[in-house]
C-alpha cells in the first residue's frame, strides 16, 4: 500500500478472521455495483465497541486489493481537505504533479469564494482516477467533533459526499466507513450523507462457529499446537465459556494462549489453561477500560 497514505490506527490488530459472509458478500456486491453502473457507492459499517468492525474493515480492504481495487485510508479531516482526498485518489505521479494547483487554505476569511475552487478541482479529481477506488475511513463516530453543522468543513464534507455518490465515473468508486452505532445518525445529523438500508451494516456478534476457528487459529497457527491435540477443544469450549462472541475479546485470549502456549512449547495443560485465562480476564479488563470512554 502506498506509504504516503494515511494510516488510521486502531487498538489492536486481528491475526486472524473468520465469518462475516453475509457482510462480505454486500460488500462484493457494491464492487461490482459501482464498476457496472459508474457512480460512487457507500457502505456503512457500524455496531458497538469491540464487536469487530476494524477487524471487518481489514478483511474488506484485502477482498478489494484482490478484486484489483486500489485501497487508501483517509482520516475524518479528509472529508473538508481537498488535498488529503486528491492524495489519497490520485497515484504517487499525478500527485506529485498536481500538489502545487490543489493547495487551498480552509481557514480563509471568505471561505465561501474558496468553496467553487475547491468543489471544481475535486470533481476533476474524481472523474480522473484511472483504477477503481475504495476510500476507508475508520472511527467515523468521530466526524464533526467541536464542529458546527453550518461550519465551512462541514460544508465541504456533505459536499465531497455529494460528489462521490453523484459524479460520473470512468472507474469505480466505493467510500468504506466504520464507526459506532449512531454514526448513521451523526452524518444525518451533520446533512454530509444519506445512506440507504441496503448499504448500512449493523454488526453483531461473531457466529460460534468463527469464534472457535479464530481460536483455533490462535492455538494451531500461532502456538504450534497439533491438530489433532486432545485437549484442543476443551481449551477453546474454555475460552468461548468468557469471549461471548465479542471480537476483540477473543483476540485478547487468543494473543494470550498463543504468547503462554508458543512459550510453553506447544503443549497443553489444565495449571497453564488456567494461567491463559486469568491473564485473559487481566487484560479483557483493560480492553474494557479503553472501550468505553
Known amino acids: 500500500m502506498n506509504s504516503k497514505k494515511n494510516i488510521v490506527s486502531d487498538r489492536g490488530r486481528a491475526h486472524y478472521f473468520h465469518g462475516r459472509n453475509s457482510e462480505i458478500d454486500a460488500f462484493q456486491k457494491i ?43 483517509i482520516e475524518l479531516d479528509a472529508l473538508w481537505n ?14 506529485e504533479k498536481k500538489t502545487k494547483e490543489y493547495q487551498v487554505n480552509i481557514k480563509v476569511a471568505n471561505a465561501s469564494m474558496r468553496y467553487d475552487k475547491r468543489e471544481q478541482t475535486f470533481s476533476k479529481t474524481i472523474r480522473a482516477i484511472k483504477k477503481p477506488h475504495i476510500l476507508v475511513l475508520d472511527e467515523a463516530q468521530m466526524i464533526g467533533v467541536g464542529q458546527a453543522k ?27 466507513i466504520a464507526g459506532l452505532s449512531d454514526t448513521r445518525k451523526i452524518f444525518k445529523d451533520f446533512k454530509i450523507s444519506r445512506f440507504n438500508d441496503d448499504c448500512v451494516i449493523h454488526l453483531n456478534l461473531l457466529e460460534k462457529e468463527a469464534e472457535k476457528s479464530i481460536l483455533k487459529d490462535y492455538l494451531v497457527k500461532g502456538a504450534g499446537v497439533d491438530r489433532q491435540h486432545p485437549d484442543l477443544h476443551h481449551w477453546m469450549d474454555r475460552m468461548v465459556k468468557e469471549t461471548h462472541r465479542w471480537a476483540h475479546h477473543i483476540s485478547c485470549y487468543g494473543q494470550v494462549a498463543s504468547k503462554m502456549v508458543k512459550s510453553n512449547g506447544g503443549y497443553l495443560s489444565n495449571d497453564l489453561l488456567s494461567e491463559v485465562l486469568k491473564e485473559s480476564r487481566r487484560k479483557k479488563k483493560e480492553l474494557l477500560q479503553w472501550s468505553f470512554y
Do not use: C
Open 31 to 73: 464492487l461490482k455495483l459501482s464498476k457496472a453502473d459508474g457512480k460512487g457507492h457507500s457502505m456503512l459499517i457500524q455496531g458497538a465497541p469491540d464487536v469487530g468492525k476494524t477487524a471487518l474493515l481489514r478483511e474488506l480492504e484485502k477482498k478489494g486489493e484482490q478484486a484489483g481495487w486500489t485501497v487508501s485510508k
Open 150 to 176: 453550518d461550519s465551512p468543513e462541514m460544508k465541504q464534507a456533505s459536499y465531497v459526499m455529494s460528489q462521490l455518490h453523484n459524479v460520473e465515473l470512468k472507474q469505480g468508486l466505493v467510500f468504506l
Open 82 to 95: 481537498v488535498n488529503e482526498l486528491h492524495n489519497a485518489l490520485m497515484d504517487d505521479e499525478e500527485y
